[in-house]
């Protein structure tokens, strides 16, 4: 008889479900949503461009960067991919099995996170590399490294953030996860009191001013909208947030029931 502990086979069985769930995601539907996604940020880039009549300032071309891939594409990615955890299983019929399966629980809401992060940072470094071909800035290359690990920092904290309606409110998670990205990351990240110290946006705004040397141009009262403090403190922010919010989503669906006939 075996005497591993039930967490010793847990990283194997969240890399299955993460496999088996990018596999879902390589249909020609997720594909050509996939390429939409990718496409967005360099198109946007070049009506801007060409509104302008010449090419964008690089400060400029940068911070829409910042909004249209660690924000936009990131979280539009994550909204299609993560919110669906449980209500896939419990349409499909099922959950009953993944809820029976030593660690199914566990392995299900993890292994989908970590697919989602995957697959939505590989969209969103692709979009990036089109941005940066068709706009005009500053050392690209650095830009292109300081914006890959800023993507997949949204990914994993939005990632776990979505976590928490989709065991909740599991045939409402998608709508519950745009409220809780309005109100928690665009809403509660922008106001200049502790509450925002909680939130992605924060952390990401304050590394993107930190990384580009932007903090002694920056106007006083834009200062309130970020923190100065050094890049490892918002890296190892976002860890904590992972951590606690994927926690806290494990935590409530090994204890939630769900009967065939659910309508939550």
């Known amino acids: 008889m075996s005497t591993s502990?039930?967490?010793?086979g847990l990283p194997a069985a969240v890399w299955?479900?993460?496999?088996f769930q990018l596999g879902r995601l390589l249909t020609w539907q997720r594909l050509v949503m996939a390429a939409l996604l990718a496409v967005f940020p360099a198109a946007v880039?070049?009506?801007?461009?060409r509104a302008g009549r010449g090419a964008l300032a690089s400060d400029v071309a940068v911070a829409m960067l910042y909004a249209l891939v660690p924000e936009a594409v990131c979280m539009l990615g994550l909204l299609l991919?993560?919110?669906?955890?449980?209500?896939?299983?419990?349409e499909r019929g099922t959950w009953a099995h993944v809820a029976t399966r030593p660690r199914g629980r566990r392995a299900l809401l993890v292994g989908t996170w970590l697919a989602a992060v995957l697959w939505t940072a590989a969209v969103a470094l692709v979009g990036l590399a089109l941005a940066l071909a068709v706009t005009d800035v500053a050392r690209p290359g650095r830009v292109f490294g300081l914006f890959a690990a800023?993507?997949?920092?949204s990914c994993a904290g939005r990632g776990a953030l979505f976590?928490?309606?989709?065991?909740?409110l599991p045939k409402r998670a998608l709508a519950a996860s745009v409220g809780a990205a309005i109100v928690v990351e665009f809403l509660a990240g922008t106001i200049p009191a502790v509450v925002n110290q909680a939130t992605v946006s924060l952390r990401l705004r304050s590394l993107l001013v930190d990384w580009m040397g932007w903090k002694g141009r920056l106007p006083v009262e834009m200062q309130l909208f970020v923190d100065p403090r050094p890049a490892w403190v918002h890296v190892l922010a976002v860890t904590v947030l992972v951590a606690v919010l994927l926690g806290t989503a494990v935590f409530i669906l090994e204890r939630r029931q769900f009967p065939p006939s659910d309508e939550v």
């Not at 502990?5 to 010793?8: D, E, G, I, K, T």
């Not at 880039?45 to 461009?49: E, S």
């Open 163 to 168: 976590a928490l309606p989709a065991v909740v």
């Open 150 to 153: 800023l993507t997949l920092l």
């Open 5 to 8: 502990s039930p967490a010793a």
């Open 16 to 19: 299955t479900v993460a496999a």
């Open 81 to 90: 991919t993560m919110c669906p955890a449980v209500s896939d299983e419990l």
């Open 45 to 49: 880039l070049l009506a801007a461009t």
